[in-house]
């Protein structure tokens, strides 16, 4: 069995309030676990009002199978975020 993360980092350019950030997470979240259901979650800078971290996860037996699912994931991520995406990183974790 394979993990796969996907960690992504937006900059919320003029946002101010958590209300706005929250919305903007909760959008992207809902969009994200319905197209490809895959787990996600916001992971750090909860209190920032102007950051937003997501990681996503998958569970796969293949590697390259993952690695497809979270490269669509990413591209969809950045095409309907209005967001700029500042970081995007994806691990694998082997475990038996």
Same mark, same amino acid.
């Given at each position: 069995? %394979? %993990?796969?993360?996907? /960690?992504?980092?937006?900059e +919320?350019?003029?946002?101010d $309030? +958590?209300?706005?950030k929250?919305?903007?997470? $909760? $959008?992207?979240?809902?969009?994200?676990?319905? /197209?490809?259901?895959?787990s996600? !979650?916001e992971?750090?800078?909860q209190? &920032? +009002?102007?950051? *937003? &971290? *997501? =990681?996503?996860?998958?569970?796969?037996?293949?590697?390259?199978?993952?690695q497809?699912r979270?490269?669509?994931?990413l =591209?969809?991520?950045?095409?309907?975020?209005?967001e #700029?995406?500042?970081?995007?990183? %994806? #691990?694998?974790f082997? !475990?038996?």
């Open positions: 069995m %394979i %993990i796969g993360v996907l /960690t992504v980092e937006f +919320l350019h003029g946002n $309030s +958590l209300k706005g929250r919305r903007i997470a $909760s $959008s992207l979240k809902t969009k994200v676990r319905n /197209t490809f259901n895959v996600i !979650a992971v750090r800078n209190d &920032s +009002l102007t950051r *937003l &971290s *997501l =990681a996503v996860v998958s569970v796969s037996n293949s590697e390259r199978h993952l497809s979270l490269d669509k994931c =591209a969809m991520m950045e095409a309907v975020c209005p #700029e995406m500042t970081y995007s990183d %994806i #691990e694998f082997a !475990a038996e």
